[in-house]
């Protein structure tokens, strides 16, 4: 059974930065795509980035957010720089065994989130 656990969340200034942290159990291998989503009160889950092979990120991130992977550690990052309080959210981690999707639905695998707000 695949177990995601993110950290890394908290409390940051407009402007400054933080590292999301996705450790991953239970069999997710290279073949499988992780991805970032994130959840603002009263609003739907959105997709912010993943990775397989390639990478993905919404518009909203580009520019900002970084994802990465260290297979060793089966562990995923998200570099978030330049943090503005509409990126305030419960930042969830996400697997499925197939290629790059920004739909919620797809991903077979989730973790309980970590938030991040981001003060003005």
């Known amino acids: 059974q695949v177990q995601l656990v993110e950290s890394g969340g908290g409390l940051v200034q407009a402007g400054g930065s933080l590292r999301l942290s996705c450790a991953a159990s239970?069999?997710?291998?290279?073949?499988?795509?992780m991805g970032w989503f994130r959840q603002a009160p009263g609003k739907e889950r959105e997709f912010v980035a993943a990775?397989?092979?390639?990478?993905s990120y919404a518009d909203s991130v580009k520019g900002r957010f970084t994802i990465s992977r260290d297979s060793a550690k089966n562990t995923v990052y998200l570099q978030m720089n330049d943090l503005n309080p509409e990126d305030t959210a419960l930042y969830f981690c996400?697997?499925?065994?197939?290629?790059?999707?920004?739909?919620?639905?797809?991903?077979?695998?989730w973790g309980q989130g970590t938030q991040v707000t981001v003060s003005s």
């Open positions: 996400a697997a499925r065994n197939s290629g790059l999707s920004p739909n919620s639905y797809e991903y077979a695998y």
């Open positions: 239970g069999g997710t291998g290279r073949t499988y795509t």
């Open positions: 990775i397989r092979w390639l990478l």
